[in-house]
């Protein structure tokens, strides 16, 4: 039985297989208020929630998993959805978020699409999603949920 030789410098080590891909983000006080109630207000972990959110901006962009890419440049000045920060108030907390690496690749795609950093497009389009289900909501169980004023319905 043949066995094939090993190369310099040992085998080849293999690399685990990727799950997630994890984002240290820096909050204002505003949004830690509103994902810290995320949870609360839907029984799922805010990583989930703001997949949801990145998926769906993502998607009313054109941007869609496969690499499907709008073929046209964004057209406008500035992505609407850029949270609004003074500059003494960011980094106030930091959010651990765990993205799947479907969705971690839409958020480069998108964010690198509208020109904004990933961890921006990443909090306004959570903020947007939430501000969406909240003017959509006939149970009222988003009502309470805190939003920035630039996102409030």
């Known amino acids: ?86 500059d003494d108030e960011t980094g106030v907390s930091r959010v651990i978020l765990t993205i799947d690496p479907a969705t971690d690749d839409l958020l480069t795609r998108a964010s690198k699409y509208v020109g904004v950093d990933p961890h921006q497009f990443l909090i306004g389009a959570t903020l947007r999603y939430l501000s969406n289900l909240k003017s959509h909501d006939p149970d009222g169980r988003f009502k309470r949920l805190p939003l920035p004023p630039q996102f409030e319905p």
């Open 1 to 86: 039985m043949a066995t094939k030789p090993v190369p310099p410098g040992g085998a080849k080590k293999s690399r685990p297989t990727e799950i997630s891909g994890t984002h240290y983000v820096r909050v204002t006080q505003a949004e830690l208020d509103t994902f810290q109630r995320i949870r609360l207000a839907f029984g799922r972990p805010v990583s989930q929630v703001v997949q949801s959110g990145i998926v769906e901006a993502a998607h009313r962009l054109g941007v869609f998993a496969g690499g499907i890419q709008p073929q046209k440049p964004y057209s406008r000045r500035a992505w609407p959805d850029v949270p609004h920060r003074d």
